[in-house]
Every structure is written in structure tokens, then in C-alpha cells.
């Protein structure tokens, strides 16, 4: 089964790689050769992480990009991509590094390296206020919804295999499903769980029993030991000095 997945996973990679291959920009650099933009690639459909408002790109990530360019001296330009879409094209050059609510995992591990963690998530089901699943044992036989290529699509498509999976390119188009009652639950990150259902109170409940526990880090290519010291001496600094927390908490109360 494990070795089913990575196969998908190699081939959805490799699909997300043919369909980036023209669009991204590459870093620039000036006269003595630094880098003067880093291309951020995301998500921009999970907040309170990354969305756009009035088209424009909000969220922690993104507030923390900008603050890590300035400390760096750089420009940092935002690439919205789907989020299977986040490794191949950080692997083919194509963006700098992906940020984007992003857990570290073993298997990505063999794609990109990651820096230090900056937050923590868990995955939380999310069910009708009416519904009677409550916990992740009651998920069997049910319908899940999922975006596609997360963690709670590998996990899901593990524990209750790929039949009970419906995935999406935008977690919220998997809550409209579950309003209009095509799905039973969702499966995603927390923090997004909850600004979603906050906006939809008397539609969604959050399930109190959390399906997995992860932190984020930002990927960037294999072997690309520059940019990933400079990355985690910024998130080091921004932890350590109360900067971090700052952002976050003008997005989760
Ligand atoms: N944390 C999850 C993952 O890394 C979901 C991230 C996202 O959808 N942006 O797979």
C-alpha cells in the first residue's frame, strides 16, 4: 500500500512539474552574484495561513515571507500554485522555497530539505453539526474530503482507503460538498478547520478527537544549504524574540 502511494505520489509529482514547467520565475541576483528576489511559492487557499483578500496575498506565511525577506535583505515574490504543485516546483528551480502551512513528512524529506519548524497543527475532522461521527474510528465507510496531496489526503487514503476519498484542489470546495451533503466529513489542518467553520458556525462542528499531529517548515531545494542557513537563523531569531508569536496572533485568537 505504502509503496502504491509513493508510485501516485511520484506520478502526481511529476504531472505537477509538467504543468509548472513554463510559468515560474527564478531568483535574481545582483553585480556581486546575492540574490536580490526569492520566488515563495503557496497556496493561497488556507487561511488563516495563506488566502487572498481583495486580491491580495494575506495570512501568517505570508507576513512571516515578507518579514524574513526584509531580514534578508531581499525581495520576496509570491508564486500561488496548487499545493501538489509546491515540491515538484521547488525541486525544479522554479521557486525558492514553498511556504505553505506545510508539514514536515519522511517522504517529502526525500524530495526537499526542510528548515526548523515554526508551528504547530493537528489534523481535525470536521463533520455536519448534525452528524453522529465522532471520532476518527466512525470515519470507516464514510466519505471523506480532503485537498489534494496534504497529509490528510495520505493519511485518510491509508487508514480508509483511496474508495472513501473525494479530493480537492481547495479545501473549501470540500466544505461545499459537505453542506450540500455529498461528503461526511473533512479531514485538514486545525487552525484552517477553524477559521472555515467559524465563517459557518451552524453548518460544521469540529470533532474534539484529532486525527494526527504535525509541524510546518518551509521546503526548499535539495542541497540548497545557503538559502536553508539564512532561512533558520531568520525563523530561530523570529521565535526566539516574540516576532512569530506577533503574527500569529493577528490571525488566531
Ligand atoms: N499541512 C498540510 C500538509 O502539509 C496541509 C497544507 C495545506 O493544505 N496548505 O499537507
Not at 45 to 65: H, L, R, S, T, W
Not at 121 to 149: C, F, H, R
Request: a negative charge; charged letters at 25%; proline letters at 2%.
Amino acid at each position: 500500500m505504502k509503496k502504491f502511494l509513493s508510485l501516485v505520489l511520484s506520478i502526481v509529482m511529476i504531472l505537477g512539474l509538467v504543468a509548472c514547467g513554463q510559468k515560474a520565475a527564478t531568483t535574481t541576483a545582483s553585480a556581486d552574484g546575492t540574490a536580490t528576489k526569492l520566488v515563495m511559492c503557496t497556496n493561497a487557499e488556507f487561511p488563516p495561513y495563506e488566502y487572498k483578500d481583495g486580491g491580495k496575498f494575506m495570512g501568517i506565511d505570508v507576513e512571516c515571507a515578507k518579514l524574513i525577506g526584509e531580514k534578508l535583505g531581499v525581495e520576496v515574490e509570491i508564486l500561488d500554485i496548487a499545493f501538489d504543485s509546491l515540491i515538484p516546483t521547488v525541486m525544479s528551480g522554479k521557486a525558492d522555497f514553498a511556504m505553505a502551512g506545510m508539514t514536515v513528512t519522511e517522504d517529502r524529506k526525500e524530495s526537499v530539505d526542510f528548515t526548523h519548524t515554526y508551528q504547530k497543527a493537528v489534523q481535525a475532522i470536521v463533520v455536519p453539526i448534525d452528524s453522529t461521527i465522532s471520532s476518527a474510528n466512525s470515519l470507516e465507510g464514510k466519505k471523506i474530503g480532503v485537498q489534494t496531496g496534504t497529509t490528510g489526503d495520505i493519511y485518510c487514503s491509508g487508514d480508509f482507503g483511496d474508495a472513501a476519498i473525494e479530493r480537492y484542489s481547495k479545501i473549501i470546495d470540500g466544505f461545499q460538498a459537505m453542506k450540500s451533503g455529498k461528503i461526511d466529513a473533512v479531514v485538514v489542518d486545525d487552525q484552517v478547520a477553524s477559521a472555515i467553520v467559524e465563517q459557518d458556525s451552524t453548518a460544521f462542528k469540529i470533532l474534539e478527537t484529532a486525527y494526527a499531529e504535525e509541524e510546518y517548515a518551509i521546503a526548499v531545494k535539495k542541497g540548497n544549504t545557503d538559502l536553508l542557513n539564512k532561512l533558520n537563523s531568520v525563523i530561530d531569531e523570529i521565535k526566539s524574540n516574540g516576532e512569530l508569536q506577533a503574527i500569529v496572533s493577528k490571525y488566531i485568537k
